[in-house]
């Protein structure tokens, strides 16, 4: 099993980014996909997660309006489009995807906002 995070990278506040996490050995049509981000210092926060069925998905209070979550079943592929994008999301970002007991994390992407 593989998650491969990808779209990370410098941007300026105000910008968007969107993150891929692809999967391999793993589906994500039957998982509950998540990403996570944790900054320098800081401990590891759920920032959006979507249902097996596709027909739920939460975002932390900070991420709302500005942050979704999707995914595309056909490419096994989970993404995170951030819009007007702050200081305060950079952060190493990780997808992780769970189906039952089992529960498998990507190495993450580092996103930095800054003029």
């Known amino acids: 099993v593989q998650l491969v995070e990808s779209g990370g990278g410098l941007v300026q506040p105000g910008g968007s980014l969107r993150l891929s996490c692809a999967a391999s050995g793993f589906t994500v049509s039957l998982s509950h996909m998540s990403w996570y981000r944790q900054a320098p210092g800081k401990e590891r926060e759920l920032v959006a997660s979507?249902?097996?069925?596709?027909?739920?998905?939460n975002y932390a209070d900070s991420v709302k309006s500005r942050f979704t979550i999707s995914r595309d079943n056909v490419k096994n592929t989970v993404y995170l489009q951030m819009n007007s994008l702050k200081a305060e999301d950079t952060a190493v970002y990780y997808c992780r995807g769970r189906r039952g007991l089992s529960m498998y994390w990507g190495q993450g992407t580092q996103v930095t906002v800054s003029s």
């Open positions: 979507i249902s097996s069925d596709g027909g739920s998905t």
